[in-house]
């Protein structure tokens, strides 16, 4: 089975850094478009950044120059690394994974950004 695992989230103050990660099994993911989505219960779920097969990256305004996404092919995992963290950071973070008509889902991490 299709399993996206996410990990790296918590509790941070500003200014702070975290690392998320997400794994991946049951899918050849070399194949995967990579994209770390948050969403927040005021708001819409926003993309945060992408990360194609070949490693292209794009990244939502608001997190440019701030946050890297990454990825591993040989561990299978994708990667957030998040600095300069800001209160508005605050989200459930959740990974996925596209290619053509597949299209799979993380259960989510929390991220917390509070003093």
């Known amino acids: 089975q299709v399993q996206l695992v996410e990990s790296g989230g918590g509790l941070v103050q500003p200014g702070g850094s975290l690392r998320l990660s997400c794994a991946c099994s049951?899918?050849?993911?070399?194949?995967?478009?990579m994209t770390w989505y948050r969403q927040t219960p005021g708001k819409e779920r926003e993309v945060v950044a992408t990360?194609?097969?070949?490693?292209?990256?794009t990244y939502a305004d608001s997190v440019k120059a701030r946050f890297t996404i990454s990825r591993d092919n040989a561990k299978n995992t994708v990667y957030l690394q998040m600095n300069s963290l800001k209160a508005e950071d605050t989200a459930v973070y959740y990974c996925?994974?596209?290619?053509?008509?597949?299209?799979?889902w993380g259960q989510g991490t929390q991220v917390t950004v509070s003093s």
């Open positions: 996925n994974a596209k290619a053509g008509p597949l299209d799979f």
């Open positions: 049951g899918l050849t993911f070399r194949y995967y478009a």
């Open positions: 990360i194609t097969i070949g490693g292209s990256t």
